[in-house]
Antibody
Framework: QVQLVQSGAEVKKPGASVKVSCKAS????????MHWVRQAPGQGLEWMGI????????SYAQKFQGRVTMTRDTSTSTVYMELSSLRSEDTAVYYC?????????????WGQGTLVTVSS | DIQMTQSPSTLSASVGDRVTITCRAS??????LAWYQQKPGKAPKLLIY???SLESGVPSRFSGSGSGTEFTLTISSLQPDDFATYYC?????????FGPGTKVDIK
């Protein structure tokens, strides 16, 4: 079965960077794009970007251009999301999420979420 | 980026009510729209994809319609398990914007 297991909670100071990992299992890692979505406390879902695990190409939401980097390691079936120049507004739960299938491009599988807290 | 709006932002309803949520895109997205349900502390769950296709295992009281820029999610008879927040998401381009959400709570 498809599983996305994310790294643990992080506490960072303003101006620092955070790198969250998402290890995939139960399917062919390179066959499905992976999204990153975040949700601030009490707020809605915010799409951050997408990575193609096969070639490593990425597309980022305009809001995060220049601050986010998504990478992957095919040897460990892991994708990473690094966000730099953190500010308090970046406090959120960060999810990796995979499309449902090759025929359905909507998101069907989610990681458990990683809480990133930015505080001085 | 394509902008998504939803209305209403909050909806108070009773068990058995018919509920309709509207989602609008800032430009045409054909039928590339999904609806998700999210409960507190949980990841979202896919309900509808391609505007009107019901995801496997989702109760038939959920339905979606629309194309272009205007879409609706309808719950034909609200059940206690349906009190949650609902999000639309467009996936027309490599910018998969979510709507701001509609919270359905108990009247």
């Amino acid at each position: 079965q498809v599983q996305l297991v994310q790294s643990g909670a992080e506490v960072k100071k303003p101006g620092a960077s955070v790198k969250v990992s998402c290890k995939a299992s139960g399917y062919t890692f390179t066959s499905y794009y992976m999204h990153w979505v975040r949700q601030a406390p009490g707020q809605g879902l915010e799409w951050m970007g997408i990575i193609n695990p096969s070639g490593g190409s990425t597309s980022y939401a305009q809001k995060f251009q220049g601050r986010v980097t998504m990478t992957r390691d095919t040897s460990t079936s892991t994708v990473y999301m690094e966000l730099s120049s953190l500010r308090s507004e970046d406090t959120a739960v960060y999810y990796c999420a995979r499309v449902m299938s090759l025929a359905v491009a909507a998101i069907g599988y989610w990681g458990q979420g990683t809480l990133v807290t930015v505080s001085s | 980026d394509i902008q998504m709006t939803q209305s209403p932002s909050t909806l108070s309803a009773s068990v058995g009510d018919r509920v309709t949520i509207t989602c609008r895109a800032s430009q045409s997205i054909s039928s590339w729209l999904a609806w998700y349900q999210q409960k507190p502390g949980k990841a979202p769950k896919l309900l509808i994809y391609k505007a009107s296709s019901l995801e496997s295992g989702v109760p038939s009281r959920f339905s979606g319609s629309g194309s272009g820029t205007e879409f609706t999610l309808t719950i034909s008879s609200l059940q206690p398990d349906d009190f949650a927040t609902y999000y639309c998401q467009q996936y027309n381009s490599y910018s998969f914007t979510f709507g701001p959400g509609t919270k359905v709570d108990i009247k």
